[in-house]
């Protein structure tokens, strides 16, 4: 069956794992007291911090307590929506500004752009949130790839490791599972993707994992590759 659309994932497929962890997430966590304290008062940031209060019991007008709970989720790389909004809307300013880009391996673009010209259609389901999802792909070092994209998923669909998750995937955008190919650096990922009965093509970079792509691939169960040049829908 012709694959007519591909969904990835960004961290260690996309891009470098690096980016996020060394770069986005000390951003956030420097920036995230000064932030709320500036902006608790606007509707958005407002609705973000009631949730977090109802979340967390932390009375509202407890400012200070709410900014320590959000830095020690940052620091625990938690996956929790509040935090994920918040961080979104923290990034924003510092692409807007310029101070970093979003990494992007050399060998992607291209064959994004391939894919897309063979008329197949494209994806993202990421743990951050579709909003930060977009800002990468707007603020990258290759420059805005956002038209690439025909849609974006992130956990508000499901969690990333049930294949639950990608048959609602497959029905959103209405074609066959076995007609989707799910690009992921995580096993347990391709596994779930596979068995809601996706194709699947496992992502190895060398540079952000001390696995081996040729002992992986004598006993992996999807195909792998190192770079999207080496994948071949169909
Ligand atoms: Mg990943």
Redesign the pocket.
Known sequence: MKIAAIVT?????TSGIGFVHDVLFPYALKHVAGFVREHQEERDVMRVLLRISEKTGIPLHDIEGMIRQLQQWIRDDEKITELKTLQGMIWEKGYKQGLFQAHIYDDVPEQLQRWQQEERNLYVFSSGSVKAQQLFFRYSIFGDMRLLFSGYYDTTIGPKREANSYRKIAEAIALKPQSILFL???RE?LDAAAEAGLRTTWVIRPQDTSLDPERVRLKSPHPVVTSFEQIHPD
């Open positions: 994932d960004i961290e260690g497929t992921s650096d995580s990922e």
